[in-house]
Structures are given as structure tokens and as C-alpha cells.
């Protein structure tokens, strides 16, 4: 194990003869995350991506104000506030994170439950949408003014596509060539991009504090039940919108498959996943939406997918530097994926519609 992950530990007073079972923990594309036992007590450490994140401060300014909020209510509910949410540790010198040439560490609680990728299921997504749905309702009233924004334009589709097209131009890594297929089609879209960032320019979306990656592995699952228990890597929450949390989290918990299967025939919106989700999710957000927020449930899917497979593109077209890859043509692999996912979606946009009336 590298000795930096030691050293970062010391800071915290965790001595090395006293940590047990360390070792790498996990499928996040961004941090590297550790799990680790001390005194039967078991912790998660995290080394913060900060080619990504650069103000990892910031970043655990957000990650504390926004768990210690939400340990208020789960108290007040009758809820386990470390297991309902995350809890940061403090060093020995009382920040939440390490930050020095080692690199930047944090460690919280180790929550004793799973992440899954795929749903066996599609009935265990109700649960998972009700889940998203409460950390929602929970942060409704969070002060979005004191959120420092960890990544600009995170979800600005539009500025995504821009993106796009300067790697296009660019062809950093001289990739172009075996993409014109997915590049013809991401330019057939680029009209139907703004269609979130439209709506708060109009007033008709209200910006909300939302979770901005709410991937399905994002979501801690009890072990025996597959019950959620509560939302995980909070590192982008931000002021964005519902539909973006609603949209990510159908665009990977939706998909009949995972997001890098290259076998593209497996890839589709399974409509149960879709309806049991978004059951889950209207049980406890129905209320709040508006009406163009509603109406525009059907499309944040399919821009969400969308978007990410520009974002796998480009990154495939920059040479690999954002997401992690485990083999040259991932990031590619990945970008088919969602990109037949978001063909997929479009195709489904009026039954969506319809499901979600039905609600
Ligand atoms: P990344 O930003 O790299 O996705 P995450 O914060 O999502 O990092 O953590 C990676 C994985 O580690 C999660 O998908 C989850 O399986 C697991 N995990 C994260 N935090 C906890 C926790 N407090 N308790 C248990 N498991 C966790
Ligand atoms: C990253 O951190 P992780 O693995 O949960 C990414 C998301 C993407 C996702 C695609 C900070 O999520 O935006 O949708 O990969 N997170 C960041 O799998 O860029
Ligand atoms: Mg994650």
C-alpha cells in the first residue's frame, strides 16, 4: 500500500500498526477510495481528485455544511445520523481533510451497506428513487448562497457541446478519425441541449440545490433488504436542478446494463427500472415540482444521457485525462453506450410522458 496513504492516516491520529484491512474500496471514476478498520471501527479514506476538484477546501466546506444540515433533520425524524448520511472525521488539528504534498485526503465513517450498478430488479428502484427524492426534500431549504460551486457549468449542457466541438477541432490525441459516426450524431443534438439552462434564463426552472451525480453507486443500499439508505459522494452538490438528479440518476440506474457494456444490443431504458424509479422519486417530490419542471422529466433523461457521452467523447478525444479508463477505447466503449441509450430514450420520451402523468 502506498506509504502516503500512512502518512495522511497519521494525521488524523491513526497510527500505522493500528490500521487493519486497508485496501482499496469501490468503483467511483473520479477519487480513490480506501476502506480501513481501526479498533473494530471502520473508516473510508478518500484521496479527492484534484485535477478535478481544485479547491478541495471548498469542496469539504460543502461536504460539512451540507451533512451536518442534513444530520439535524435525520435527528429530528427519528433517523442514525451516521448511517443516514456521511460524517466527516477531523484531523488531529481539527480540519476535514488533509491538504499538503501528499496530496488531498479525507476520511469519514464507513457505512456498513453496498452499492450495486445495476438493478437485478426493477422493483429495488422505487426505494432508490424515494431515496434521491428525500435528500431533495431534505436540502429544499438549504442555504444555496453559503454552497461553494465545486465545478462550474458542471451541468451546462450547452457549454458541454462547446467543449465537444473545441476537442473535435483540437483532435489532442488523433482519435478523430474512428469517431465520425458519434460525432455526426452528437451534432444532430445540438439544438436540443439548452433546453434546462432555457428554462432558469425564463424563470420556468427554478435553480435548486441539487446533487448534480446521482449515479446508482451513489446510493448506499442496505445489505439484506436493498432498501436505500442514504446518498453518497456529495462532492457536487450544488445550486443546478430536480431534473438533473432525476435525469442522471435514470440515465444509470435506467440503462438495462451497465455504462461501459460494448455489447450495444443490451443497452436500452428498461421502462420498468424507469417507472419504478420515478415512482419511488414522485412519492416524495410530486408536491414541489413545477409544472415545467414536470414536463421536462421525460427529456432530462435523454439529456443527461446525452451529455455524459459527450463528456465520455470528449475526454476520449482529449486522450483520457477526466474519467479513469482500465483500457485505451473506454472512454469510447462508454460514449456508444450512452449515446444508444440516449436514441433509446428519445424514442420512449411520450410513453414517459405518460407514465409520469399517470402519477
Ligand atoms: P467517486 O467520486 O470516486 O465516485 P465515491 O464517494 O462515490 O467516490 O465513493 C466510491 C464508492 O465507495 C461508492 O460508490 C461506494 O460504493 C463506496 N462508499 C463511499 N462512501 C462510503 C461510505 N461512507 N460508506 C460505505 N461505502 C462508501
Ligand atoms: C463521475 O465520481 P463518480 O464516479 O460518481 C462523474 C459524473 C459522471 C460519472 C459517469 C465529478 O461520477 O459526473 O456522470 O462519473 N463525476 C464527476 O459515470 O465528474
Ligand atoms: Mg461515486
Not at 59 to 82: C, H, Q, R, S, W
Not at 109 to 122: H, K, Q, Y
Not at 300 to 321: H, K, P, Q, S
Amino acid at each position: 500500500m502506498d506509504e502516503k496513504i500512512y502518512l495522511a492516516l497519521a494525521e488524523y491520529g491513526f497510527k500505522k500498526e493500528d490500521v487493519k484491512e486497508l485496501a482499496p474500496y469501490g468503483d467511483g471514476l473520479i477519487n480513490n477510495t480506501y476502506r480501513f478498520v481501526v479498533n473494530g471501527t471502520a473508516y473510508l479514506m478518500q484521496k479527492i481528485n484534484t485535477a478535478v476538484f481544485k479547491n478541495p477546501e471548498g469542496l469539504m466546506d460543502n461536504f460539512v455544511g451540507v451533512t451536518e444540515y442534513l444530520k439535524k433533520i435525520i435527528i429530528a425524524n427519528g433517523g442514525n445520523p451516521e448511517r443516514d448520511t456521511l460524517t466527516a472525521i477531523k484531523t488531529l488539528d481539527g480540519k476535514n481533510l488533509v491538504n499538503n504534498e501528499l496530496g488531498a485526503y479525507r476520511v469519514m465513517l464507513f457505512i456498513d451497506a453496498i452499492s450495486i450498478n445495476v438493478a437485478e430488479r426493477a422493483e429495488q428502484l422505487c426505494s432508490v428513487g424515494a431515496c434521491f427524492g428525500k435528500f431533495q426534500n431534505m436540502l429544499a431549504d438549504y442555504p444555496a448562497d453559503t454552497l461553494f460551486e465545486v465545478i462550474p457549468d458542471f451541468h451546462n449542457t450547452p457549454k458541454r457541446f462547446e467543449n465537444l466541438e473545441k476537442a473535435i477541432k483540437e483532435n489532442i490525441a488523433g482519435r478523430l478519425d474512428s469517431v465520425a459516426a458519434e460525432v455526426e450524431y452528437a451534432l444532430t443534438m445540438k439544438n436540443r441541449v439548452s433546453a434546462v439552462i432555457d428554462g432558469f434564463r425564463d424563470g420556468s426552472v427554478p435553480l435548486r440545490v441539487s446533487h448534480n451525480d446521482t449515479k446508482l453507486n451513489n446510493v448506499l443500499l442496505d445489505k439484506e433488504t436493498y432498501e436505500g439508505v442514504c446518498v453518497i459522494d456529495l462532492d457536487t452538490v450544488m445550486p443546478g436542478s430536480y431534473l438533473y438528479d432525476y435525469g442522471d440518476a435514470l440515465r444509470f440506474a435506467g440503462n438495462n446494463t451497465i455504462e461501459d457494456n460494448p455489447d450495444l444490443s443490451q443497452v436500452y431504458l428498461d421502462f420498468e427500472k424507469f417507472a419504478a424509479f420515478t415512482k419511488g422519486y414522485f412519492s416524495e417530490v410530486k408536491s414541489v415540482l413545477t409544472e415545467r419542471e414536470i414536463e421536462l422529466l421525460p427529456f432530462a433523461v435523454e439529456l443527461m444521457t446525452f451529455e455524459c457521452g459527450i463528456r465520455f467523447l470528449t475526454d476520449y478525444l482529449n486522450g483520457d485525462t477526466y474519467f479513469k479508463t482500465r483500457y485505451p477505447e473506454h472512454n469510447l466503449v462508454r460514449a456508444r453506450n450512452q449515446f444508444k441509450l440516449s436514441q433509446d430514450i428519445d424514442s420512449k420520451l411520450d410513453k414517459m410522458a405518460s407514465f409520469i402523468a399517470s402519477l
